[in-house]
Each structure stands twice: as structure tokens, then as C-alpha cells.
């Protein structure tokens, strides 16, 4: 069983930024990815970013609608994934979630609620 613990969700502005991390119960190098995903009031879960693990593969790939202005990352030392959110708009509000894969199973953390608003 992993567990992940989301923090770093709030209210922020239109162009604003945040920064959410993902910390793990486990050594995230025994994962095979890491991600993050959100979900808006009335619609579906959808992708935002994943990393792949392992200490030669970095695969990282975003939803074409946060390119440019997201960036995920990871710090293996703190087992812990990290999603920059610089010029947010009203539209990325939603509860994010950080999601870790290993083989078949799939690990969700609690989601934490991200407002852009003025």
C-alpha cells in the first residue's frame, strides 16, 4: 500500500501561481510513475502531468492545456512529486489529485482544492 499526502492547494488570482507536492509513504523509485490529475465541479478526472521513475527514465507528459505553464517534478530525496502552477486561470479551479502507479495497482492521495478567482 502507498500512501500520498497532497498539500499546498488555495485561492489565487487569475495569473497567479502555486505550487502542490506530493509526498509518498514509499521510495518513489519503486513506483513506475507519478502524476497528477484534477476534477472540476460536473466533470470527469482528467490528466494534468505524470513522471515516469527509475533513475535513467524521466518521461513527463502534459495535458495540452497546462503546456508551458505547469511544470512537475520530482525530489527522490523527500520521495515527494511536485506540480508548479504559474499563470493560472479560472479555468485549471478544480481538486487536484496525485496518483502513483506500480505494476497493475494504483495509489490516489486525498486531493487537495485549488480556486483561481478574483
Known amino acids: 500500500q502507498v500512501q500520498l499526502v497532497e498539500s499546498g492547494g488555495g485561492l489565487v488570482q487569475p495569473g497567479g501561481s502555486l505550487r502542490l507536492s506530493c509526498a509518498a509513504s514509499t521510495n518513489i523509485f519503486s513506483l513506475n510513475a507519478m502524476g497528477w490529475y484534477r476534477q472540476a465541479p460536473g466533470k470527469q478526472r482528467e490528466l494534468v502531468a505524470t513522471?515516469?521513475?527509475?533513475?535513467?527514465?524521466?518521461?513527463?507528459n502534459y495535458a495540452d492545456s497546462v503546456k508551458g505553464r505547469f511544470t512537475i517534478s520530482r525530489d527522490s530525496a523527500k520521495n515527494t512529486v511536485y506540480l508548479q502552477m504559474n499563470s493560472l486561470k479560472s479555468d485549471d479551479t478544480a481538486v487536484y489529485y496525485c496518483?502513483?502507479?506500480?505494476?497493475?495497482?494504483?495509489?490516489w492521495g486525498q486531493g487537495t482544492q485549488v480556486i483561481v478567482s478574483s
Open positions: 513522471i515516469s521513475m527509475g533513475n535513467t527514465r524521466n518521461t513527463i
Open positions: 496518483n502513483a502507479k506500480r505494476m497493475e495497482e494504483q495509489y
